[in-house]
């Protein structure tokens, strides 16, 4: 039974014209107001993951649930067909469990807390926001398990409920959850901010309705919608070809000694509307690297994509929806049967950016961009100090951006818009470990026209015994380059331990034990390039030589002859270009640097960890 909506005021809600300037002023003060979400949980969260990396996704709603502002998507529909009682004037719901929501979140350390923001008896609007909890119980600290093979060993799930029902707290179920995690404190404190948050949008919601009166507040959002549907509509019909596109890339490995996992689609147009088809994709898998994609999503994350690309100055929301359509198999990745585990789904929800990039672009190859939104790594490290007193620390890692059609890709950025990263200042006040470097990776970018961003190492150094746990990907696979750029490093972790002796790490692993004294170097993938590497000015291969950010020796990838000094020997690159252009074959659209039979082949000698084997799929359900 769908969730029934309770208001004493069924007066329905009329749409008028609305003047362009009101709706400009709307239009404005909803964008502050999700803003100002953020800033009221930035400063009252504990956990470094939101109050300084920022891991968390706010938006506001019409009354039907469709998304005006916000990052994600609409979170809305999704609860509505998983919860079944009643919403009603003063409530606030919170979940965390991906199948009783159809994947509007996808793992259960993201705590999605939604509010129906009433005026006068009736909805008018809603605000949500969900944020990564540091930890939530579960068989490791920060609740990531890399072996699990179901959900119920990753945490507490947390079904659709209410966390405060006609405005008062249900402190006992409050009680029950924050029980079930490691760092409680921190948990409390990172839910208050997001109630609060949504609390702050819901009377900003007031006061525009209140100045400009319901009607005209609920035909602005309307409108609003409209605008992006309109625009949305002339970019499908100039950007999208009738012709099927097809692309497929892989997750490197389970965390449990299998892979790769292929991720396929194929896109085409049907006059007005988009269609996306996931066959083809795998089974899903036997670990916990399953991404429980939910449609609606996926359209905001090609919609955007589409936007920032194409038109940067729409102003994106759902009112594109009935433009796409998602066809996603049942049972596969990315659309797993319960109990299928999700912790680690972050490689699947990094690489379907490099999939979307992959699609799209070859309809408009001047548009392509190169892969490197690849993944978002992941660093763990908890244990008891000296003092018995217990630290945790989550941090996400950034890896190398792409190189675009408008130039180089940024080095060590954050996949999502609005992350940041943990200063380093932060890290070594908070928690028992000093920073050794943090520094580019050179050479790490692709070489292109446009280079791929290098990718980061970060040398932790260990101060107390604890443990650590690891969660990337692309060691196996290359983030690719277009339209004749090379692909981008892959990752790597050394440890290197205070005896002398030396282990590299597999790309995912947990309990891994450290010593005081004991330094990881966390080096991250760098995007792939873009354009013919022979075609970028050599001033600029000098120039990047003279910043750190490529070597003398990678300069020659670009057919640049650079001294120590990053002096560009004219004559010297002249031949040197010459040479290379005459011995290499023919560019091609996607360098993957190699079919995944003959990456799996080098796997040992360039690496230094064993072939993964055949991938293990879950069971499907009959």
Same mark, same amino acid.
């Given at each position: 039974?769908?969730a029934?909506?309770?208001?004493?005021?069924?007066?329905?809600?009329?749409t008028?014209?609305?003047?362009?300037?009101?709706?400009?002023?709307?239009?404005?003060?909803?964008?502050?107001?999700?803003?100002?979400?953020?800033?009221?949980?930035?400063r009252?969260a504990?956990?470094?993951?939101?109050?300084?990396?920022?891991?968390?996704?706010?938006?506001?709603?019409?009354?039907?649930?469709?998304?005006?502002?916000?990052?994600?998507?609409?979170?809305?529909?999704?609860?509505?067909?998983?919860y079944?009682?009643?919403?009603?004037?003063?409530?606030?719901?919170?979940?965390?469990?991906?199948?009783?929501?159809?994947?509007?979140?996808s793992?259960?350390?993201?705590?999605?807390?939604?509010?129906?923001?009433?005026?006068?008896?009736?909805?008018?609007?809603?605000?949500a926001?969900?944020?990564?909890?540091?930890?939530?119980?579960?068989?490791?600290?920060?609740?990531?398990?890399?072996?699990?093979?179901?959900?119920?060993?990753?945490?507490?799930?947390?079904?659709?409920?209410?966390?405060?029902?006609?405005?008062?707290?249900q402190?006992?179920?409050?009680?029950?959850?924050?029980?079930?995690?490691?760092?409680?404190?921190w948990?409390?404190?990172?839910?208050n901010?997001?109630?609060?948050?949504?609390?702050?949008?819901?009377?900003?919601?007031?006061?525009?309705?209140?100045?400009?009166?319901?009607?005209?507040?609920?035909?602005?959002?309307?409108?609003?919608?409209?605008?992006?549907?309109?625009a949305?509509?002339?970019?499908?019909?100039?950007?999208?070809?009738?012709?099927?596109?097809?692309?497929?890339?892989?997750?490197?490995?389970?965390?449990?000694?299998?892979?790769?996992?292929?991720?396929?689609?194929?896109?085409?147009?049907?006059?007005?509307?988009?269609?996306?088809?996931?066959?083809?994709?795998?089974?899903?898998?036997?670990?916990?690297?399953?991404?429980?994609?939910?449609?609606?999503?996926?359209?905001?994350?090609?919609?955007?994509?589409?936007?920032?690309?194409f038109?940067p100055?729409?102003?994106?929301?759902?009112?594109?929806?009935?433009?796409?359509?998602?066809?996603?198999?049942?049972?596969?990745?990315?659309k797993?049967?319960?109990?299928?585990?999700l912790?680690?789904?972050?490689?699947?929800?990094?690489?379907?950016?490099?999939?979307?990039?992959?699609?799209?672009?070859?309809?408009?190859?001047?548009?392509?961009?190169?892969?490197?939104?690849?993944?978002?790594?992941?660093?763990?490290?908890?244990?008891n100090?000296?003092?018995?007193?217990?630290?945790?620390?989550?941090?996400?890692?950034?890896?190398?951006?792409?190189?675009?059609?408008?130039?180089?890709g940024?080095?060590?950025?954050?996949?999502?818009?609005?992350?940041?990263?943990?200063?380093?200042?932060?890290?070594?006040?908070?928690?028992?470990?000093?920073?050794?470097?943090?520094?580019?990776?050179?050479?790490?970018?692709?070489?292109?026209?446009?280079?791929?961003g290098?990718?980061?190492?970060?040398?932790?150094?260990?101060?107390?015994?604890?443990?650590?746990?690891?969660?990337?990907?692309?060691?196996?696979?290359?983030?690719?380059?277009?339209?004749?750029?090379?692909?981008?490093?892959?990752?790597?972790?050394?440890?290197?331990?205070?005896?002398?002796?030396?282990?590299?790490?597999?790309?995912?692993?947990?309990?891994v034990?450290?010593a005081?004294?004991?330094?990881?170097?966390?080096?991250?993938?760098?995007?792939?390039?873009?354009? +013919?590497?022979? #075609? %970028?000015?050599? @001033?600029?291969? &000098?120039?990047?030589?003279?910043?750190?950010? $490529?070597?003398?020796? !990678?300069?020659?990838?670009?057919?640049?002859?650079?001294?120590?000094?990053?002096?560009?020997?004219? +004559?010297?690159? #002249? %031949?040197?270009? @010459?040479?290379? &252009?005459?011995?290499?074959?023919?560019?091609? $659209?996607?360098?993957? !640097?190699?079919?995944?039979?003959?990456?799996?082949?080098?796997?040992?000698?360039?690496?230094?960890?064993?072939?993964?084997?055949?991938?293990?799929?879950?069971?499907?359900?009959?």
């Amino acid at each position: 039974m769908p969730a029934r909506l309770v208001e004493s005021n069924t007066t329905p809600l009329n749409t008028v014209a609305v003047d362009p300037i009101n709706l400009d002023i709307i239009e404005n003060a909803l964008r502050n107001a999700r803003f100002e979400m953020d800033a009221v949980l930035f400063r009252t969260a504990m956990s470094p993951g939101i109050r300084e990396q920022h891991d968390e996704f706010p938006m506001i709603a019409n009354r039907d649930g469709k998304m005006v502002v916000g990052q994600f998507g609409s979170f809305i529909h999704g609860f509505q067909r998983g919860y079944d009682g009643d919403i009603e004037e003063g409530d606030v719901f919170l979940t965390s469990d991906p199948y009783s929501c159809a994947g509007a979140i996808s793992h259960a350390n993201d705590w999605l807390v939604l509010m129906p923001i009433f005026r006068e008896g009736r909805v008018l609007a809603w605000a949500a926001m969900f944020g990564h909890m540091t930890d939530i119980g579960g068989k490791v600290p920060g609740s990531l398990p890399t072996d699990a093979r179901q959900i119920y060993e990753e945490g507490i799930i947390i079904p659709p409920v209410k966390i405060v029902k006609k405005g008062e707290i249900q402190t006992e179920m409050l009680r029950l959850i924050f029980r079930n995690c490691r760092l409680p404190h921190w948990n409390q404190s990172d839910l208050n901010a997001i109630v609060a948050a949504c609390r702050t949008a819901g009377r900003r919601v007031g006061e525009l309705a209140e100045r400009f009166g319901d009607d005209v507040f609920h035909s602005a959002l309307g409108e609003l919608l409209e605008r992006n549907h309109r625009a949305m509509k002339q970019l499908i019909r100039d950007t999208i070809p009738e012709t099927p596109q097809s692309f497929e890339d892989y997750i490197c490995d389970d965390g449990i000694g299998a892979g790769p996992y292929k991720i396929a689609c194929k896109m085409w147009r049907e006059g007005d509307r988009v269609i996306f088809d996931f066959e083809g994709t795998d089974p899903q898998s036997e670990g916990s690297i399953n991404f429980y994609l939910n449609e609606e999503m996926f359209k905001m994350f090609c919609g955007v994509f589409m936007i920032m690309v194409f038109d940067p100055q729409i102003m994106f929301n759902d009112g594109f929806y009935d433009l796409m359509e998602v066809r996603i198999p049942q049972g596969s990745l990315l659309k797993p049967d319960a109990p299928a585990a999700l912790s680690c789904r972050t490689h699947a929800l990094g690489r379907i950016f490099d999939v979307i990039s992959g699609l799209l672009g070859q309809g408009s190859p001047d548009f392509l961009c190169a892969a490197g939104f690849s993944d978002s790594p992941h660093f763990m490290y908890s244990g008891n100090d000296r003092t018995g007193q217990w630290y945790q620390l989550y941090q996400i890692g950034f890896g190398g951006i792409p190189g675009r059609p408008v130039g180089d890709g940024p080095d060590g950025h954050s996949l999502w818009p609005s992350f940041t990263n943990v200063p380093n200042e932060f890290l070594e006040s908070y928690f028992p470990l000093r920073i050794d470097a943090y520094e580019t990776i050179a050479d790490s970018g692709g070489p292109g026209l446009h280079r791929g961003g290098n990718g980061i190492r970060i040398v932790y150094h260990f101060l107390e015994p604890g443990e650590v746990s690891i969660h990337d990907d692309r060691w196996l696979t290359y983030p690719w380059g277009v339209n004749g750029g090379h692909p981008g490093g892959r990752s790597r972790k050394v440890m290197h331990r205070v005896d002398g002796s030396q282990e590299i790490l597999p790309s995912k692993c947990d309990h891994v034990p450290v010593a005081e004294g004991d330094r990881l170097f966390f080096e991250t993938w760098g995007g792939g390039g873009w354009g +013919d590497p022979l #075609q %970028r000015d050599p @001033a600029l291969v &000098a120039q990047d030589v003279a910043r750190g950010l $490529v070597t003398p020796r !990678g300069a020659a990838r670009y057919g640049v002859v650079v001294s120590d000094e990053a002096v560009v020997d004219q +004559d010297a690159t #002249q %031949r040197l270009r @010459a040479e290379i &252009a005459k011995k290499r074959e023919d560019l091609q $659209v996607f360098d993957f !640097g190699g079919t995944i039979s003959e990456l799996k082949a080098r796997c040992q000698d360039e690496t230094g960890l064993p072939a993964p084997a055949e991938p293990r799929f879950g069971a499907r359900r009959a």
